[in-house]
């Protein structure tokens, strides 16, 4: 029997506590726009204000992680993702629930912007693919629990108390990732601030770098919008799904548990061009099946596009701390900063496209911006040379 790796279950534990709350208010969607009398576009932004906020705070976060430690930001960070969990319960207005979730993606930073540099520095040179891999399971796993278990207890008792028994497992779980994630021993302490903000200045000059992050984003919006809008989709007819079955849908992240870790060792393997490829053709697929009006195989195409995009994530984790050699911690808050703002205009920009041809407008949509990652993926894994020749090309141009 396999020895129990504490490191690895905490990295993974660390990631699903974190996304139990970041996408919970998706399969309520429907439900919010009857008990608010609000718009898809309104209730959208109980999704979107949780990943801007995420956004807008990670270069920080990572700057801090960069003097004070990697797990002395992870684990407060945790803990205090309990506290606008749990209040978002008593929100009276649409308002306040948006205010509530905003503060919720102001810690999110301190555990993905981190982990992401944790993971790379601590397992280089042996296996990073791997604990890479089992951290992004975690993340999956956390995103379909937060939904599964949102629907069903909205379902069974009301959407308030989906907070409360979320806030709970969030504070369980952090408790064991303070218990079991050791202290970093690769970590190297910037002396300045100055050195910091220096760091992340180089990483903003990086074309690969900056095309990794587009990537990822483009990615993100994808998945996000997709994910929003496909609850509309479904609580309509031909489907009629209530918040319980919406919730249920979300059963699909689970095949991302195995296909995660399966691309870590495709990964290390065949590297990360093919890999690319390999995500891109799995989110265009599943796209594709979610058109035809059967219920059965729109989940299988859910399931193909969210496991595409699961790849997808992995890679360009694992390409950050490649690319950015030093300063990972900086670079993966830059990188959240990218990627999470691309999930929150996939949230919010997604309603134009249904509202010109519901699911097929955003089916169009979400199949060009994956072809789009895949353009940047490519721009990223070029050779710094080649990358400077076509510099040089377009300047005698």
Known sequence: MPKFDKPIAASMLAGMCTFLSVYSTQPLLPLLRQVFHASELQVSFTVSATIFATAITAPFIGMIAERRGRKKVIVPSLFLLTIPTALAATSQTLRALIFWRFAQGIFVPGVIAVMLAYVNEEWAG???????????????????????????????????ATFVVLAALNFVGAILVRAWLPLAKNFVRAEHLRQVLKDAAQHLRNPRLLANFGMGAAALFALVGCFTYANFYLAAAPFHLNSAQLGSIFFVYLLGVVITPQAGHFLDRFGFRSTSFLYCSMMIAGLLLTLVASLPIVIVGLAIFSSGMFVAQAAASVQTGAIAGRARSSAAGLYVTFYYLGGSLGATLTDWFWNWKKWPGCVTLFAGVSLVSLWLARQSSRPTDELDSAEIELVGD
């Open 126 to 160: 042996r296996g990073v693919g791997r604990a890479m891999s089992s951290y992004v399971a975690g993340t999956v796993l956390g995103g379909f629990l937060g939904r599964f278990l949102s629907g069903m207890v909205a379902a069974h008792w009301n959407w308030r």
